[in-house]
């Protein structure tokens, strides 16, 4: 999961058998179900109130009681979602379409009583998106890449927020049928097996086979006025599939960018070739009250979703799309290929957690940091500037927490906070095994290499055990590289990164630097007043040089951003939006000043501040330097 920057400030991304048999003779299993395809049917044609209907048929049960859930937890998201929230109107119906008792006994569990008798069940699915307020994750309703949108000209299918599963039949195979209006246009991975028009030709039926539950959750769909492109990357066929509301962006310009940056991720992965097929889904969010708030994405082993702002200009989507597709693209090594026990036998209702977040979500950011360097898509400067970036960011969180206590217990307090550090620290830790195996080895092995042996070693169908990970890790590599894990990630030790720097051959310097105009060197210049419901400025605005050249004051509160008020419900969309300009933009922004309008109406100047900044140093020795490089280019 890639979760967007101000996402995160503001929080705190085949086998069909027959039908099932509604007969059977005695069998030596308390469950025939097990024999058959749990037959699950949703119906877009048949919306009210943006709930879709469900329908579920296990086939026969031979048990008395039965038990029924939807997600707590789903994977990659590592928060609390609880999809039953979402659900209305559940029935339990026996052959001859009466009720069933049904018990509720918790928010995502319903009991069925005289379950021999159970022919389906039925329910209605509510709109997650509708229902956000905030967005973000650890929040009430689901982070927005994990939701669900149920609306007349889009369908976002996560399908954990749509189908369920017994508890003795998680490893079942699942046929879905989706019926939708004729003029939708649909993408899934999920294998077709195929398609049936209606009679009266309003509406087509088509058919997917899942292996076992997993794949259901595995594999989210996209239903409606959409946008798609295909392009090849090595073995691996793209297909992007764009929802834009108001036609602001299309398929074909994301796809240039796309194609150009998997290209490039393709290259410096080489031989790892997991699927040949992978979907990216974007919704672009309109930025109304129902629109979803949550920005960034959620990845799975052939595809992902993403939710951005549709108002962005086509440079800063581009930017962001660069940013959060390609974590999510390289989550196909770690944890889809690499990964624990507890993520291959992950339980939706109650999870355990592996202590290897460094690596799952770490290790990804640091590739996606690092490959953009590595195939020339950024200059050695602009690298540096974004592992200052993360650095920065990551002094303002606990730095004195195990890395794998704080993975383990990721849902609970005081841990879950300090969850966004997964994409800050984490990827430092991952940047520090990457320098500690460039000296070790002369520059020949990295972190990359040392990924590409624990796939060998293990792969998406077999798991390794949590807790002997780090011996292994250091069997591989060199008894430094588990000091390092030992220290730094087991332990709570700070990692005096100007140690790593030094290698190679790089130092800190304290000038004027280059800035947004939220932050000043990862700073932020706000501070959200809860208990007003306002943001106004804070003293680090003096710091900020083109707010500060405009004579903004702490204490200002912006009321409108371009004639747009500001408000918390929609801070995150436009201070993302703000996040993203560049100079040059004109700009109109309203500040209340002790009941005064301040007007700051200007074109943007680059802004300025005093930090630190990451610099080759002259008296770095010719060996430092071969490090250096052997780590930017491998």
């Not at 039925?122 to 309703?141: A, K, P, R």
């Not at 200009?313 to 693209?329: G, Q, R, Y």
Request: net charge negative; proline share 4%; with cysteine.
């Amino acid at each position: 999961m890639k979760k967007h920057l101000l996402s995160a400030v503001f929080a705190g991304l085949l086998l069909v058998g027959c039908n099932a048999s509604k007969t059977g003779g005695e069998k030596s299993t308390n469950d025939l179900a097990t024999l058959n395809p749990i037959e699950t049917t949703l119906d877009l044609t048949k919306v009210i109130d943006d709930k879709a209907p469900v329908t579920i048929n296990p086939g026969r049960f031979t048990a008395e009681t039965v038990t029924y859930r939807l997600p707590r937890v789903v994977q990659g998201t590592y928060s609390v979602s609880d999809f039953g929230k979402y659900i209305d109107d559940f029935k339990a119906l026996d052959y001859q379409g009466n009720e069933l008792a049904v018990e509720k006994t918790d928010t995502n569990t319903w009991t069925i009583s005289n379950a021999t008798n159970l022919d389906v069940i039925t329910y209605n699915v509510n709109d997650t998106f509708d229902m956000e307020v905030q967005g973000g994750i650890g929040g009430d309703v689901p982070f927005s890449p994990a939701g669900t949108n149920i609306e007349s000209t889009n369908f976002v299918l996560n399908l954990h927020g749509f189908i369920g599963y017994f508890d003795a039949l998680k490893n079942a195979q699942y046929t879905l049928d989706v019926v939708s209006p004729k003029s939708m246009v649909k993408t899934s991975a999920l294998q077709e097996s195929g398609s049936k028009m209606s009679a009266d030709g309003m509406s087509v039926t088509t058919s997917y086979a899942a292996p076992r539950y997993f794949d259901i959750t595995d594999n989210p769909m996209f239903y409606g006025a959409l946008d798609v492109e295909e392009f090849q990357v090595g073995d691996i066929k793209i297909v992007l599939s764009v929802y834009s509301p108001n036609k602001v962006h299309s398929a074909e310009k994301i796809k240039a960018v796309m194609e150009k940056m998997m290209q490039a991720q393709k290259t410096y992965l080489g031989d790892v070739n997991t699927t040949p097929r992978y979907d990216i889904y974007l919704y672009l969010s309109e930025g109304k009250p129902e629109s979803p708030k949550g920005f960034g994405a959620l990845e799975h082993h052939t595809s992902t979703v993403v939710v951005l702002p549709e108002s962005m200009p086509d440079e800063a989507l581009a930017e962001s799309m660069i940013d959060v597709v390609s974590h999510e693209f390289f989550h196909i090594v770690t944890p889809l290929s690499v990964h624990s026990e507890d993520v291959h036998y992950f339980d939706y209702n109650q999870p355990t957690f592996s202590k290897h977040l460094w690596m799952y979500e770490g290790v990804t950011e640091y590739f996606a940091t690092l490959f953009q360097v590595d195939q020339g898509l950024v200059s050695d400067d602009e690298f540096y500037t974004k592992i200052m970036g993360k650095i920065k960011s990551a002094a303002g969180m606990n730095d004195s927490m195990s890395f794998t206590e704080m993975s383990e217990n990721v849902l609970d307090a005081p841990y879950a906070p300090q969850y966004y550090n997964v994409y800050l620290k984490g990827a430092l830790i991952g940047m520090c095994i990457d320098i500690i195996m460039r000296e070790e080895s002369n520059g020949t092995r990295g972190i990359l290499s040392l990924m590409k042996e624990l796939s060998l070693k293990y792969g998406k169908n077999k798991p390794f055990e949590d807790d002997k990970l780090i011996a292994e890790i250091t069997e591989m590599t060199y008894p430094s590289v588990g000091e390092f894990l030992n220290t730094h990630v087991v332990g709570g030790t700070p990692i005096n990164y100007n140690d790593f720097f030094a290698k190679a051959g790089l130092k800190l310097t304290e000038a004027k630097v280059k800035t947004n105009y939220l932050q000043n060197d990862g700073v932020l210049i706000f501070a959200p007043d809860m208990a007003t419901m306002s943001i106004p400025f804070s003293e680090a605005v003096k710091n900020n040089s083109f707010w500060a050249e405009n004579g903004v004051l702490p204490g200002d509160i912006i009321k409108t951003i371009d004639g747009k008020a500001l408000t918390m419900a929609n801070a995150q969309q436009m201070l993302t939006e703000v996040f993203m300009w560049k100079p040059g933009r004109e700009v109109d922004v309203r500040l209340d000043r002790n009941g005064k309008e301040i007007v700051v109406k200007t074109t943007l100047t680059q802004s300025y501040t005093t930090g630190s900044s990451l610099a080759v140093d002259p008296n770095a020795t010719p060996k430092q330097n071969a490090l250096r490089e052997a780590w930017l280019r491998g």
